[in-house]
């Protein structure tokens, strides 16, 4: 916020937001716009606000908030400080009713001048207009917003990048763009690894009678039936359920106590966490670039 005289004889004062008594007013630069305010509700919801206009006035300086001598607001529009006053002034028993464009906005107001409030009720029913999770990426990172980074990032990661339209990159940024490129390769490699390759048998399970049997059988169904779900084109499974797969799949003539030995040793080995492993390396690696916490 600046302080500025110049030109104050073309703004034109709001037809609704023209407070007389306890006033503050702020000018819309982009608008030359006038919001007089009550200063006194103003703090009331603003530690920051309230903490600025404790400081005295140096004596030489000319008075700031007035008509004549208004509080700049540089890069906010007429309309961003209406959605916050809106909200403001609204009574709690008939909520105002705001769409994206609004709550945004109020969003973006109530972050600068740190409202919790309103940041608080512009975050609730923004999560309940289903926004895209490029849109919600883009949101939760403009405004600092952890749990929708996270969010997004699981939505995103789950999705191939050739589903992908041009505005959806653009919300989502080059650099997360390059986390999830590189992620959803490794994923891929990891995942024809694991689906071409069975794992091995250990010799003679529990002194199996007819191990060379038992041995064909996994890796014959392994490769039609587990590889075709890890890889299939369009159904691939999360490798977290290959478990649960692989166990309700039949291997006729393989003994069940060997099967049960091939699974624990699968489990054992963790490889089929490595999906869930990569996608939260990568989320912790967005989180990092743009400096958020990663311990809260």
Not at 6 to 22: D, G, I, L, P
Not at 177 to 184: D, I
Request: net charge negative.
């Amino acid at each position: 916020m600046s302080v500025s005289a110049e030109e104050h004889s073309v703004n034109k004062s709001h037809e609704v937001y023209n407070w007389t008594s306890r006033s503050l007013t702020f000018r819309v630069q982009v608008e030359n716009v006038l919001f007089t305010v009550d200063l006194g509700v103003l703090q009331e919801y603003s530690e920051v606000l309230r903490a600025i206009f404790s400081i005295p006035p140096a004596g030489s300086l000319p008075v700031q908030g007035t008509k004549e001598n208004p509080i700049d607001l540089h890069g906010v529009l007429k309309s961003e400080m209406e959605a916050f006053l809106d909200w403001q002034t609204h009574l709690a028993w008939t909520p105002v009713t705001m769409g994206e464009a609004k709550l945004v906005a109020l969003l973006k107001i109530s972050d600068m001048w740190q409202i919790h409030g309103a940041t608080k009720w512009a975050m609730h029913h923004i999560e309940q207009l289903g926004l895209s999770a490029p849109r919600m990426m883009q949101l939760g990172l403009k405004f600092r917003i952890k749990k929708w980074v996270t969010d997004s990032m699981s939505t995103l990661l789950a999705t191939p990048l050739h589903d992908y339209e041009l505005h959806d990159m653009e919300m989502i940024g080059l650099p997360v763009l390059y986390v999830l490129m590189r992620t959803q390769s490794a994923v891929t490699r990891e995942r024809k690894r694991l689906a071409t390759y069975p794992p091995p048998l250990d010799d003679a399970y529990n002194n199996c009678t007819n191990h060379t049997m038992c041995c064909r059988v996994w890796r014959d169904v392994w490769l039609k039936n587990i590889t075709r779900s890890i890889i299939h084109p369009r159904d691939e499974i999360p490798l977290k359920e290959c478990i649960g797969l692989i166990e309700r799949t039949v291997f006729p003539g393989m003994l069940e106590h060997c099967k049960a030995a091939a699974i624990a040793k699968i489990i054992l080995c963790g490889n089929f966490n490595a999906e869930m492993v990569l996608h939260s390396s990568a989320t912790a690696r967005v989180l990092g670039m743009f400096g958020f916490a990663l311990d809260d």
